[in-house]
């Protein structure tokens, strides 16, 4: 299936463009190559998409011949050589910026552009392993990178590899370096040009925001699990604030559920004999403070060298327990085998009656098999979530996953591809592999490997609510996986993290919930205008469909003390104001 969310921002470009609004210059241009066939660049475009749609930005796809002033910021996707643009192109460019604009471009390699960016010379490398990002000499372009590890980022685990992604290091000229790699040389670069300016980013969006997205980062991430990781999450705060900054009123959609300042997601690996009967004790407390998890459940039905087949009679109860105490209950794989991401992919016809997992398991057996089993066995249920054994993640398991009818995988591990962030996962591991409707929520936090011990209580919840406050300031997600080995000290330390954000402004939820949030956010759009002191925001859909857990953050207004909300209609969407650090939110509450 194609993923159509963009047709009706382009319809809404067409129609904004005929009527002539948008006086307010809120939307950034993302220079657009679709008359090109350079493959770099169109997933250089893509990775700019990505970034922006991650953090809410609206933004049009734009071919450069149509850059106009109308956009504060226009993202110019490299790699951009002499050669990249046509005379007429070039001459747009420049005028884009003279007359006001900023322009961020890519990868810039091209001398006759060194002027523009106000550098001197550009070296490509493929060793360098950091970026540390300088002082704010751009009032508030940085002011999101305010923790150590957003101030200076891996781009790879020089440990294990001679060489990781390419990166251009600029000399500057005129230019204010806001970066550094290890060698001195500059990592970004913006230039005073004319009216307006020009930023130099030395690295891709494709290798950082996009490489993350499809799992595949030169081991990136500086820990495992259990530690905060925004390496990626960096360069997407990096476009938040620059835009934010540059905007004449900065609108997003907001990253958290319900205005909520962050979200964590609890989920709980059922992969254990004893840990069956415990679900219902970790269900009875969350449902207490009022959330619900994610129950991933193990179906293993044959016995091997790790256990016996402990999904049976005995333990099924348990399951139908919590389901009908409301709680989601996703797919764990059959064999939960180490070396699942070495499996075949093998066949979409498999079938619980036909898989033979000790003789010939597979990629799809694994997840459609263990899929049939919790649908058969419990009441109402319909699996929609998955995460593999070990964390192993196969290179086709997002494909697997579509064809057996899942809506979200929660495999990948948040440190290891330096996002925070859930996303739309692509169909393979490789660049250019296919965007799917599947959302990623990756797993932040986990218990397992002797870290939740009795006597090491304290310090993980010490541990992971520093992990959680560093992506509360980011809006970002943490999820936490605790198996339910015991209803001692695990529960005790669920207990304490509980106690201290469910009655704060903290989405608490499950890897459903959350999936389907940031699924409806995806698909909703606005076009922003001011009448009078007002600021009018046309949304794309009608008032039926539209969800009440959406909001949309204004940030940097000038001028405009009042709000309001059409839907596709023209009808009045009501909404609830809300003030978090400095800005206004309006959470959507639509009448049904
Ligand atoms: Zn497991």
Redesign the pocket.
């Known amino acids: 299936m194609r993923w159509p969310r963009f047709l009706p921002l382009l319809l809404l470009a067409v129609a904004a463009d005929l009527l002539g609004a948008d006086s307010l210059r809120y939307r950034i241009a993302i220079i657009s190559w679709a008359e090109k066939t350079q493959s770099s660049r169109n997933l250089e475009e893509l990775a700019a998409r990505r970034a922006l749609q991650a953090m809410g930005i609206p933004y049009d796809l734009v071919p450069v011949s149509k850059l106009q002033s109308r956009y504060p910021l226009a993202i110019l996707p490299g790699p951009l050589y002499n050669h990249s643009l046509s005379p007429v192109e070039r001459e747009a460019v420049h005028a884009f910026v003279s007359s006001g604009g900023l322009l961020l471009a890519t990868q810039v390699e091209g001398s006759d552009y060194f002027p523009l960016f106000g550098i001197s010379s550009a070296l490509p490398r493929r060793d360098r392993f950091r970026v540390r990002f300088l002082s704010d000499v751009e009032d508030g372009w940085l002011r999101y990178l305010d923790h150590p590890k957003e101030r200076e980022i891996s781009l790879g685990d020089p440990k294990l590899f001679n060489e990781t992604i390419w990166t251009v290091g600029y000399q500057s000229r005129y230019g204010r370096p806001l970066a550094k790699y290890p060698d001195g040389k500059a990592a970004a670069v913006v230039n005073d040009y004319d009216s307006g300016q020009a930023l130099a980013l030395g690295f891709s969006l494709t290798q950082t925001v996009l490489l993350a997205h499809v799992v595949s980062t030169f081991e990136a991430g500086r820990q495992w699990v259990n530690s905060f990781e925004p390496s990626g999450d960096a360069i997407l705060l990096l476009m938040k604030g620059i835009y934010e900054n540059t905007a004449d009123c900065a609108l997003s959609w907001h990253t958290v559920p319900r205005g909520l300042e962050t979200s964590i997601v609890l989920s709980h690996?059922v992969?254990a004999q004893e840990s069956f009967g415990n679900t219902v004790a970790y269900a009875q407390l969350e449902k207490h403070y009022g959330v619900q998890s994610t129950f991933?459940i193990?179906t293993k039905t044959l016995t091997d060298e790790s256990d016996i087949g402990y999904y049976d009679a005995a333990r099924i109860p348990f399951l139908i327990e919590i389901r009908q105490l409301g709680f989601e209950l996703g797919s764990?794989s059959v064999s939960?085998s180490k070396k699942f991401n070495k499996f075949p992919m093998g066949t979409a016809l498999i079938t619980a009656a036909t898989y033979q997992p000790a003789k010939s398991p597979t990629v799809l057996g694994e997840v459609k098999v263990s899929k049939e089993l919790l649908d058969r066995d419990l009441p109402r249920q319909k699996t929609v979530s998955f995460?593999a054994?070990?964390l192993r993640y196969p290179p086709r398991l997002i494909e697997a996953l579509e064809l057996s009818g899942y809506q979200y995988d929660s495999t990948a591990s948040a440190n290891n591809i330096i996002t925070n962030f859930p996303f739309f996962a692509f169909a393979g591991t490789h660049l250019g592999a296919r965007e799917t409707a599947i959302v990623e929520i990756p797993v932040t936090l986990d218990d397992s490997l002797g870290f939740l011990t009795p006597e090491r209580q304290d310090a993980v919840v010490q541990a992971w609510c520093e992990v959680i406050e560093a992506n509360r300031a980011n809006g970002a997600t943490t999820c936490i996986l605790i198996?339910p080995t015991n209803t001692t000290y695990k529960l005790a330390v669920l207990k304490r993290l509980l106690e201290r954000y469910a009655k704060q402004d903290v989405w608490i939820g499950s890897i459903a919930q959350l999936g389907d949030f940031w699924t409806r956010r995806a698909t909703v759009e606005f076009r922003a205008e001011t009448t009078g002191d007002t600021l009018v925001l046309h949304l794309n859909q009608e008032m039926e469909k539209l969800s009440g857990d959406l909001s949309i953050v204004v940030s940097g207004n000038k001028g405009s003390s009042r709000f309001q909300v059409l839907d596709s209609s023209g009808k009045t969407v009501p909404y609830h104001l809300l003030e978090r650090s400095g800005k206004k939110l309006l959470l959507l509450s639509p009448k049904k």
Do not use: C, L, Q, V
């Open positions: 690996d992969d991933f193990n764990h939960h995460r054994g070990e198996h």
